[in-house]
Structure formats: structure tokens, C-alpha cells
């Protein structure tokens, strides 16, 4: 069978490229082993680390883009579309910005870092990268309102604003995301709708919202889920899923000895897969992307976090980079 046919029989993306792309986040080091797969079932990329501030602007005056363009290049070549994937975020800064942030008494130096890092990026893969999550969780946990980040503190409370605003100069056709998670809770919701509505009273345009999408076997419900999207869809506004996993762990369960997910686990969590792709089919008036956070269990972050090297099963593929059964079930909805 040639590649074309056995894409065209197996292949997530193909499945719901009426709805919505399907894409994945990637690191160049796993390409090698990884690119049957992608090629197979994802149509986006997103650069998993690559664009983040401590690798991309590792020093003052000094990018590192050898990373961003292999998988820039990778994804050309493949006529993958690319989700540029952060731009201003309080975590993964180097130790040049934080420091130069917490010290600085003048806002306007701080302006300055940003006015380098989002123009240089931008400029460079403005033919490259199709969209951007311009800022990454920017709501307080709380859901009071903006986060009380390093750098709202060195730009001034409508700091987002001006992001914004310089990202626009550079593309002025670009497609603009704030990126953020929790907005299955109502409190965070309703401050996403404050900024939206302020920063679209200020003249600022901002394209969509990323809506995260780390997941647990217990929570948020589907319910949850679908209020979020219910309320992006009146709301007007386009929706990328951007860092879709589920964790086999209630977040609570701190337990670092399970050595593979039992029965239960895995049906809670092929349920919830299936009933995801499901309601995104629903609502893909609103959904334009869903991005899964990762390609295979081998190399999740989760294996991470919250628990530093526990393993964790969140995917679509299992470590032998399998496809597992529930990757049958969603073929089939
Ligand atoms: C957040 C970020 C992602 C990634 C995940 C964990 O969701 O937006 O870039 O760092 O945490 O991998």
C-alpha cells in the first residue's frame, strides 16, 4: 500500500479535515522516530519548546533559532501549517530576563525586551508560522482577573494590550490567539471575557483563544467543556484546542509506583477521548484546531509533572509508539 492510500485509510486529521485540522506538538529531537506517525494522522505542528523565551532569546541580543527552523522546515516540507507557540509567558524565561525585568524601574526598558523578542520572531517566520499564541496564561488561577506576572510587573497593567499591539505591527494580517487554560471554570471564563471585551474596545484584534486542553480522567467533565465552548460560540470568537492530553491521575493522586494504567483507567480515559472529538465535532463552527500535546506516552511531559519522573499514559499512541485502542474507537465516531 503507498503512503497516500494508507493515509487516506487511517489518518486522524483526514478523518475530521471537515471539522477541523488535527495537528501535534513536536520537539526536533524526536522527529526521526516520530515522522511516520505525524505524517500519518496530524496536519499542524506545534514546536513544543522551540519558541519559548529560554530557548529562542537564550541571551540578551542573541536568538537561537536553530531549533524553530528545523521544525519550521520540517513542517514546510510537509505542508504542515505551524501554530507559533509562545511569545509572552511567565514561565521558561531565561535568567537574563528575569533579572533584567525584576530590576528594571523604568518600563519602557522592559518595552524594549519585548519590542526585540516578538519583532524578531515574528519577522523571521511571518511566511512560516500561520498563527500565534501572542500571550500564555494570562488569567490568575483565582480567576479574578490578569495574572500577576513578572511581566506585569515591569509593562504595566495592560501590558497585553501592547503586546498585542506590536505583534500587529509586524503582521498586520497575522492570526492572534491568547492562549489559556481553566476556562472550563466559570470565574476564568468571565475574566477572558473582560480582556476580550477591553481589548477589542481599545482596537485591539485578537483572532482566538487557545483553550489548553490538559485533561484528567476525573476532571473537568464533558459538561464543563462544553459550557466553554458553548460560551466561545456566542461569544464570536474561533477556538484552538492547543495542548490536548489526558492524564490517567486524578491530580490529586500523587502516587509514583503504578507501573502501567489499570482496566478502569483506561476506559475512563478512552471515554473521555472519544466524547472530546465528539463535542468538538459539534461545535466546529467555533473549533478551527485541535492539537494533541504530544505524540507518543514515551515522551510526555507529564512523565514529569506533577510528579517528577513518574510515568503517565495521556496520549494517542502508546510508547511503542502504537496506536491505542482508542485511536479505533475515534476512527469511528
Ligand atoms: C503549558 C504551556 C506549554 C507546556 C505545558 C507543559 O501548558 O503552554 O507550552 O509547557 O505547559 O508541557
Known amino acids: 500500500m503507498s503512503d497516500n492510500s494508507l493515509r487516506a485509510k487511517v489518518s486522524l486529521c483526514n478523518k475530521f479535515e471537515t471539522y477541523f485540522s488535527v495537528g501535534v506538538a513536536v520537539e526536533s529531537k524526536y522527529l526521526d522516530i516520530y515522522s511516520p506517525t505525524i505524517k500519518q494522522h496530524f496536519s499542524t505542528i506545534t514546536p513544543e519548546n522551540a519558541f519559548k523565551f529560554e530557548n529562542i532569546h537564550p541571551n540578551v541580543h542573541k536568538f537561537d533559532f536553530e531549533e524553530a527552523d528545523l521544525l519550521v522546515e520540517y513542517a514546510k516540507e510537509n505542508k504542515m501549517p505551524v501554530r507559533g507557540h509562545t511569545l509572552i509567558w511567565h514561565e521558561q524565561l531565561p535568567d537574563w530576563v528575569k533579572k533584567r525585568l525584576t530590576n528594571e524601574t523604568n518600563p519602557n526598558n522592559a518595552w524594549d525586551i519585548v519590542e526585540e523578542h516578538v ?143 489499570t482496566i478502569e483507567m483506561v476506559k475512563k480515559q478512552e471515554e473521555m477521548y472519544v466524547r472530546l472529538f465528539e463535542l468538538y465535532r459539534k461545535y466546529s463552527n467555533v473549533v478551527e484546531n485541535v492539537t494533541i500535546w504530544g505524540v507518543s506516552d514515551k515522551t510526555t511531559w507529564l512523565n514529569d509533572f506533577p510528579v517528577y519522573n513518574r510515568r503517565d499514559w495521556p496520549l494517542l499512541f502508546d510508547s511503542e509508539l502504537k496506536p491505542k485502542n482508542v485511536m479505533n474507537i475515534i476512527m469511528n465516531i
Open 119 to 261: 519583532s524578531s520572531i515574528l519577522d523571521r517566520y511571518k511566511n512560516d508560522v500561520y498563527c500565534w499564541d501572542v500571550v500564555n496564561e494570562v488569567i490568575s488561577d483565582d480567576g479574578k482577573g490578569i495574572r500577576d506576572t513578572i511581566w506585569r510587573k515591569a509593562l504595566g497593567e495592560d501590558y497585553i494590550e501592547g503586546v498585542f499591539q506590536i505583534a500587529r505591527n509586524v503582521i498586520p494580517n497575522g492570526k492572534f490567539f491568547i492562549n489559556e487554560y481553566n476556562g472550563h471554570i466559570y470565574d476564568k471564563r468571565e475574566s477572558m471575557k473582560k480582556l476580550l471585551d477591553k481589548l477589542s474596545l481599545n482596537g485591539v484584534t485578537v483572532d482566538g483563544v487557545g483553550i489548553q486542553g490538559h485533561y484528567n480522567i476525573t476532571f473537568p467533565t464533558i459538561e464543563m467543556i462544553e459550557d466553554e465552548l458553548k460560551f466561545y460560540s456566542s461569544y464570536g470568537i474561533k477556538v484552538h484546542v492547543t495542548e490536548l492530553d489526558i492524564s490517567v491521575f486524578d491530580y490529586f493522586d500523587r502516587r509514583s509506583n503504578v507501573k502501567k494504567p
